[in-house]
């Protein structure tokens, strides 16, 4: 299912000092918004496939500290396949 991707995302993608592979994708969209909205974001080169689920769910600890709303299982499944397709 492809998505179409707002206006603001689109100038946020650009905007970012390293590239996102995959911009149209619904993992590199799902990445910008939940990551992207709390700190800068990391190419997901900087991981190794492995690595990521690891970074992830610190990741998912720190948002439920700062009582963030949680990712759905759908979301974190689009980010992290996202995250292991584009790693290191």
């Known amino acids: 299912m492809k998505r179409l991707i707002p206006a603001t995302l689109t100038s946020v993608l650009a905007a970012c000092a390293t590239p996102v592979p995959e911009p149209e994708s619904v993992g ?10 709390c700190h800068a974001l990391p190419h997901p080169a900087r991981h190794s496939a492995s690595q990521w689920p ?8 720190r948002m439920q500290e ?23």
């Open 28 to 37: 590199a969209q799902a990445f910008v918004t939940r990551c992207g909205g």
């Open 54 to 61: 690891h970074v992830l769910s610190l990741m998912e600890l």
């Open 66 to 88: 700062r009582a963030y709303a949680p990712m759905s299982e759908q979301e974190r499944d689009e980010i992290l396949a996202y995250l292991q397709r584009n790693a290191r």
